[in-house]
């Protein structure tokens, strides 16, 4: 059928390796499968083959993994032939498949059907994407435990209370005849208490793992001399770790992406920012003060010899009023000043490297980041906005407690807002835990 | 002339009716009711005249989401709540110390006034004719029902029927392990009309029921008893209503089983058809038998029992909260375990029944059977519970088989205009998995799906739809206009501080007031009543009518809510309004699971909310759908 066609993909990064994998998910396999590998292939066990090229010649030998429907990773039938890592052989494995009728898998379309058939749900099938698209180790730590459905799992934890708190509210609703509407205020303001905390500990961590989804974007800004190339390679370290592009118009006014505590920061580079009438630069300058809008932290470069000038003063006015400015007073070996750390002042030396882990530190500090992927998660937008849109729910539902009606209409949004991100929706889940709990029967 | 099935003569009646009613409990009453008030030539075909309108299992209507039911049925004209208004014999208003979106009305009724009531209604009607005779079969021409033929042979035509049939389908009833067909309360059941249902292939199901065995009142002793009394004043049911109508009133009683009763029964679960395995029919969790509940919730060592008069000129009583089918013995020996039932006197054992209902995935929104055009179902065959469920099943399926019959767009009201929405909505989406009961919990947009406001959603469709007469239309009118005026003198009538005296508004308000407010946001405060707001100097005097006040001060109380929940509505509209064409291939649309393709292809979902409704279908599914409705789904037709 042309609209659920075979895929297949090299799996592995490009370039040399000791090995490499080609995967194939489609409705039936088996035939391919027997054609490719030679033999009929044992569910789920690996099983030496040579993999043949349609003509009698061999292009690897290697081993081939057959997972029958619906015990696979999208839920198909899938192929799994690991060859040699060379990317000739794997190109020519991906022809010989193709030749059979696969066609080459869109990005992240493995992931997109394992979900559509319910392998996993929305925020693990998010997790696989941002497992491949990890700009830093750390980011790769929280989008691996998203796919372990350790964030879906922290989701519907709060989900299953959630549920028992408004089987409680509307038990008391519905059921007004069945001795079960006595004292449960109390019990109410309880749980939803400890449902906010425990929403808001998620909320912290999510914030995080956007963070270290989407990084930071800084403004670096100074006079020419005041020695921002230095303290931007001082800052990269050895690597000069380009980690990641950001989206969009941003692009073109960012320098460098450098690690920063393993969360990717995009510097704006400002040094091109000056009046010009030639068309194309000029699109150029525009395009970075649009950069320079969306920024979270400026860091002005300050010649610590000359200590903060006018001109210097002039450049900070520029920049958004509301835009915090760290102070980074450069060049403290020359100006024989002790370098530290005084609020956002920072006095040290790029070409020494003194006083730099308090840039750092201030940087970190400044863009919301704090320290440690550990229990932090691979939040998106989009579940930031569904777990602050739970939390606001809460929080009018703790002010409607003595309108149960309300107080249950609340609950209803706000768990509705917390569902959204794992994609699942229970509609029978509120009556069956009334009648589970309670023993409804007039 | 021909023979039938059974060697009998056929007769072939010359009529042809618009629209035959099979059944005449509460789902047939109320779609008869409603296809004649809509002129179009009715019969109603009952096994029983004397039955029309019997309360089979408990004597009560109403209750919270139920009594929404009830209300929305009288908003369209029907007959439940004005039949109850002339039957009721204890009038209450559960939650009254809520807000009033889970307010809902219950009445006891007196079976026998509720069955004459009922009958006066259909006897006294237009347009509507009566006939006694069981139905045995359907008339089909290829996937069109024409016709229905009765047990001795005679043959109506019609152009839609509406099949009522209750728990009569193929209905078993057990008590201990002794069972044999019968249909409710002593009726005879529907077998051959269930087989010949079964052969046309509709997805049937099975499920049970059951009811508590019936006490004589003299051989109670009220004493040791809890008295229920009504309200009072008591709650009117109908719109049009008034408490002139009520009979006399009667309390209920509360008394409760105990450790003694539950040995009893813990001892007879050996000879129960329920733990035995030789009921499979699967009963209502909301609704449990007795010996269900004091085996799943084991730590609890008493239940509530309800004794509720069955009547004015009857001694029967209702004992609601032990409904059971074990053995006889064993139903004796609980019944006299209980406080205040030591002497009791059983007049009828109690039972369960086992009856087929039809899986209503295979209905439309309009209640018409998917495959057989013309046939509608409603009441319990679609696997609900209750006279109310059933009885605005039944005034939907009355009111779109009349539509049908005039060439008119079926009406199928959504899950934010009435409650009737919500249940027709869940039944053809989600199906059931045990008899379906209405609960307010079910209703997303609760606090806009009142039973105050019944009218004042429905009545104005329900006139449009040629189901209001004349009479309810203009009470109806007078009522929004008369809203509608003291609104708008509320939102103009300013109170200044300066003016009124400051004890007044401290004793109205209950707070100094700081600066001057038009009443209508003096009235949104919550414990600034109406009737109180009236007594502030210059507020005053207000409306009679206490309809009108009422609704003055909920939709001002309530008025943040519901701008909320308008909001969600509209946001949700465009997947309610996306409507899934019917001859859609859902094999040809690619990135649809097979899972997926298989569900819709087997629910055929009218619209893409719908859709979204039946369970496992994902919102990455329905973003597909989405993609396709967007580009019109060319090429995804079956024909294409």
């Not at chain 1, 300050?302 to 509301?322: F, H, W």
């Not at chain 2, 009711?33 to 299992?57: N, Y």
């Not at chain 2, 290829?142 to 043959?155: A, E, F, N, Y």
Request: aromatic share 6%; net charge negative; charged share 25%.
């Amino acid at each position: 059928m042309a609209d659920r066609d075979t895929i297949a993909a090299i799996a592995t990064a490009p370039g040399r390796a000791g090995i490499g994998v080609v995967r194939i998910s489609g409705r039936a396999l088996a035939d391919l499968s027997l054609k490719l590998c030679g033999k009929a292939l044992p569910p789920r066990m690996a099983t030496l083959c040579d993999f043949g090229d349609g003509d009698g010649g061999i292009i690897d030998r290697g081993l081939a993994l057959y997972f029958p429907a619906p015990q696979s990773y999208t839920g198909e039938d899938v192929l799994e032939l690991q060859g040699h890592g060379g990317p000739v052989v794997l190109q020519r494995l991906l022809k010989r498949c193709l030749e059979m009728g696969a066609r080459v898998a869109e990005p992240g379309e493995f992931s997109k059907r394992a979900y559509l058939n319910g392998k996993m749900d929305l925020a693990q099938a998010e997790g696989v994407a941002d497992l491949i698209d990890a700009s830093t180790e750390q980011a790769a730590r929280c989008a691996q435990r998203s796919i372990h459905g350790e964030f879906s799992a922290e989701i519907n934890e709060l989900g299953r209370q959630l549920v028992e708190l408004r089987a409680l509210t509307e038990a008391t609703l519905d059921f007004p005849e069945e001795e079960i509407d006595t004292g449960t205020t109390d019990d109410q303001v309880r749980r939803l208490g400890a449902i906010q905390e425990k929403l808001s500990v998620l909320l912290s961590a999510s914030d995080q793992g956007s963070l270290l989804r989407e990084g930071a974007l800084v403004v670096l800004a100074g006079q020419p001399n005041a020695g921002k190339s230095s303290l931007l390679n001082r800052l990269a370290g050895e690597e000069v770790a380009i980690v990641t592009e950001i989206p969009g118009t941003t692009r073109d006014a960012i320098r460098q992406s450098i690690n920063l505590f393993g969360v990717p920061v995009h510097m704006i580079d400002t040094a091109g920012l000056r009046e010009s009438s030639d068309a194309v630069e000029k699109m150029g300058i525009a395009r970075t003060w649009a950069a320079i809008a969306q920024a979270d932290l400026a860091v002005l470069v300050i010649d610590a010899v000359k200590g903060e000038s006018a001109e210097d003063r002039a450049i900070a006015a520029r920049l958004p009023t509301s835009l915090r400015c760290l102070q980074a007073f450069n060049k403290s070996d020359l100006a024989r000043k002790a370098v530290g750390r005084e609020g956002d002042k920072i006095v040290l030396s790029a070409k020494t490297g003194e006083g730099m882990d308090d840039l750092r530190a201030a940087i970190a500090e400044a863009i919301g980041w704090r320290g440690g992927a550990e229990g932090v998660f691979m939040a998106r937008a989009r579940h930031l906005t569904a777990l602050r849109a739970a939390q606001a729910g809460l929080a009018r539902a703790a002010t409607q407690t003595r309108q149960q009606e309300f107080l249950a209409q609340e609950l209803r949004e706000a768990h509705g807002a917390l569902m959204s991100i794992t994609g699942e929706v229970t509609p029978d889940d509120l009556l069956g835990e009334i009648f589970a709990h309670f023993c409804i029967g007039k | 002339m021909r023979t039938s099935a059974h060697g009998d003569i056929l007769m072939q009646y010359i009529d042809l009716y618009d629209i035959i009613v099979v059944g005449g409990g509460h789902a047939g009453s109320e779609a008869a009711l409603a296809a004649a008030r809509m002129g179009c030539k009715t019969l109603l075909l009952t096994h029983s005249v004397e039955t029309l309108g019997q309360m089979s299992c408990n004597p009560s209507i109403g209750g919270i989401g139920k009594g929404h039911l009830v209300k929305e049925v009288d908003a369209l004209g029907g007959a439940m709540a004005a039949v109850t208004d002339e039957a009721g014999i204890q009038f209450r208003i559960l939650n009254s110390r809520k807000g009033p979106a889970v307010r809902a009305t219950r009445a006891q009724a007196d079976r026998a006034l509720y069955r004459k009531a009922m009958r006066a209604q259909l006897e006294n009607h237009p347009n509507l004719c009566i006939f006694q005779q069981a139905v045995d079969d359907l008339i089909l021409e290829g996937d069109k029902v024409t016709g229905v033929i009765t047990q001795i042979g005679v043959r109506f035509r019609a152009r839609t029927v509406v099949l009522t049939a209750g728990t009569f389908l193929a209905g078993r009833v057990h008590v201990g392990l002794e069972n044999y067909q019968a249909g409710r309360a002593g009726d005879p059941p529907a077998l051959t009309l269930a087989q010949r249902l079964r052969e046309l292939k509709l997805p049937v199901g099975r499920l049970k029921t059951g009811t508590p065995p019936r006490i004589d009142g003299r051989s109670i002793d009220f004493s040791v008893m809890t008295e229920q009394p009504g309200d009072d004043p008591a709650p009117v049911f109908s719109f049009m209503g008034s408490r002139e109508q009520h009979p006399q009133q009667l309390p209920c009683w509360i008394t409760h089983t105990h450790e003694g009763t539950h040995d009893i029964i813990r001892a007879g679960l050996d000879r129960s058809p329920l733990f035995t395995g030789v009921i499979e029919g699967i009963g209502p969790r909301y609704c449990p038998s007795i010996e269900d509940k004091i085996t799943r919730f084991a730590d609890k060592n008493s239940h509530q029992i309800f004794l509720e008069p069955e009547g004015l000129t009857t001694h029967e009583f209702y004992p609601n909260g032990i409904s059971t089918s074990l053995p006889y013995d064993v139903q004796y020996a609980l019944v006299r375990s209980i406080k205040g039932m030591e002497n009791a006197h059983i007049t009828r054992p109690g039972y369960a029944i086992e009856y087929d209902y039809f899986d209503p995935q295979g209905l439309k929104s309009s209640l018409e059977t998917k495959s057989i055009a013309g046939l509608f179902f409603a009441g319990q065959i679609n696997g609900t519970t209750g006279y109310e469920e059933a009885a605005a099943q039944g005034l939907l399926a009355g009111l779109n088989a009349a539509l049908q019959v005039k060439d008119r767009d079926a009406w199928c009201p959504k899950r934010n205009e009435a409650y009737l929405g919500v249940l027709v909505d869940d039944l053809i989406t989600r199906g059931v998995s045990e008899p379906y009961r209405m609960f307010t919990s079910r209703a997303e947009y609760r606090l806009s799906l009142r039973e105050d406001n019944a009218d004042l959603r429905l009545t104005e469709i329900g006139r449009s739809l040629g189901v209001v007469d004349d009479v309810r239309w203009a009470a109806f009118e007078k009522k929004r206009e008369a809203i509608a005026r003291e609104q708008e003198r509320l939102k103009s009538t300013w109170v200044n501080p300066r003016v009124v005296d400051a004890a007044e508004t401290l004793r109205v308000l209950g707070q100094a007031m700081e600066r001057e407010y038009p009443l209508l946001d003096l009235l949104r405060r919550p414990d600034v009543t109406y009737g109180a707001l009236m007594t502030l100097p210059g507020a005053g005097p207000g409306v009679d009518s206490v309809q009108v006040a009422e609704q003055v001060e909920i939709q001002a109380k309530y008025q943040g809510y519901i701008e909320r929940q308008q909001e969600e509505i509209e946001r949700s509209a465009q997947q309610e309004n996306t409507r899934l064409p019917q001859d859609l291939d859902y094999a040809k649309i690619s990135g649809l699971s097979i899972e997926a393709q298989q569900k819709l292809a087997k629910h055929q979902p009218e619209t893409l909310g719908q859709a979204a409704r039946i369970s496992g279908i994902t919102p990455a599914t329905i973003s597909v759908l989405m993609v396709y409705a967007k580009r019109g789904f060319s090429g995804q037709r079956k024909t294409a």
